[in-house]
């Protein structure tokens, strides 16, 4: 084995794990922040966390409002995921500038990128500084997934992304 850097551990351990965070803006509208940095937290009650750099802006909006959804991106949702990582929510419209189409979740404000894989809506329970990231522990309200498309997963580390198993 040879010493090697956390960014190319990340390389080692493709494909990561891919989530859409969607927040609300205090005008209402969404933002869309792709994250790799997600796991399962527990079981009882149903957990789940995040971590994102320092300035992102959904961390501002989910440290406002104590909301977001976490979508897993389905397949027809690929072309916008990379464009939603290239650009903050602080200064433009995500949505608008990449056209992408969104729904509706029964009973939740936030909205999520029509055609996702999975959407845990959740709320903010802890939020913990590691490092240059913060840490969104989150209790999960509910939990909707969508039999009928593929999961998206991040490859080359960060760098592409496509399902796991390309058919
Ligand atoms: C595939 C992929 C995975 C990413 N994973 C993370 C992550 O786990 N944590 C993070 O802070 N940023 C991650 N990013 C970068 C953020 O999506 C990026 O900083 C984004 O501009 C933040 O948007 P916001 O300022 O609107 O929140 C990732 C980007 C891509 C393309």
Redesign the pocket.
Known sequence: MKRITIAQATEFTSPNP?TLICTNKPDGST?L??????SYLAFEPPMIG????KT????DCIRQTGQAVITVPGKDTAEH??P???????NID?VKTLNIHLEKLPDCAIKIPAGSKLAFVVKLNQTVEVGD?YLYICDIEDIYGNENTEALF?WNG?AK?APAQEK
Do not use: D, E, Q
């Not at 992102?56 to 961390?59: E, N």
């Not at 939603?84 to 602080?90: D, F, H, P």
């Open positions: 891919l933002n922040a792709p994250v790799s940095f997600v995040f971590a994102m750099g992102a802006y959904t961390g995921v990379i939603c990582g290239a650009s903050t929510g602080r995500k990231h991040a960060y992304v």
